[in-house]
C-alpha cells in the first residue's frame, strides 16, 4: 500500500489551525455528550474509520452509556436518544449528506425548538469540524487506534 500524506508533517500550520479550531468547538456551550454524538453519526455517515474509533472512545471515557454508542446508527428508532439528540442527529445527516435543498424548514423549526440560535452555530461548527477530520483523515487512511496512547484513549479499555 503506499503511503498516504500526513497532514500534520506537510501542512502543520493548516493542520495547527485545525486542532485550534476544533479546540474551540470542543468548549462551547453544547453538552459534551451532544457533541460526542454529533462527532459518532457524522463519522458513520463518511465512513471514516479512524475518527468513528476516536470519539467513540472519547464518549466512553466521558461515561458516555455503551447501549447508546450502538444505537447512533438506528438513532431515529431508539428510545434512548431526547428529541434535542435525534434533532441534532437530523442536522449532523442534512449537512454531511447536503442534498438538493440543504436544511428543509421543518428541520429548522425542530432545530429552533430545541436549541438556541447561539446553539444551533455551534452545532453546525461542530458538524463542519467533523466532517473536516472526516475527510483528511480518510485521505491519510489514519489507521483506527494509531493515536490512542498520544490522546489517551487507550483509557477506554475498549477492544
Known sequence: MTQRVNHFKTTPALAKAMSDLSNSVASTSLEKSLRHLVDIRASQLNHCAFCLDMHIKQA???????????????WRESPLFSAREKTAFALTEALTRIGEHGVDEALY???RAHFSEVEISELTFKIAVINTWNRLMILSQMAPGALDSAYGLDRADLR
Do not use: N
Not at 60 to 74: Q, S
Open 109 to 111: 423549526g425542530e432545530l
Open 60 to 74: 466512553a471515557i466521558d461515561g458516555e452509556h455503551e447501549l447508546r454508542l450502538h444505537h447512533v446508527a438506528i
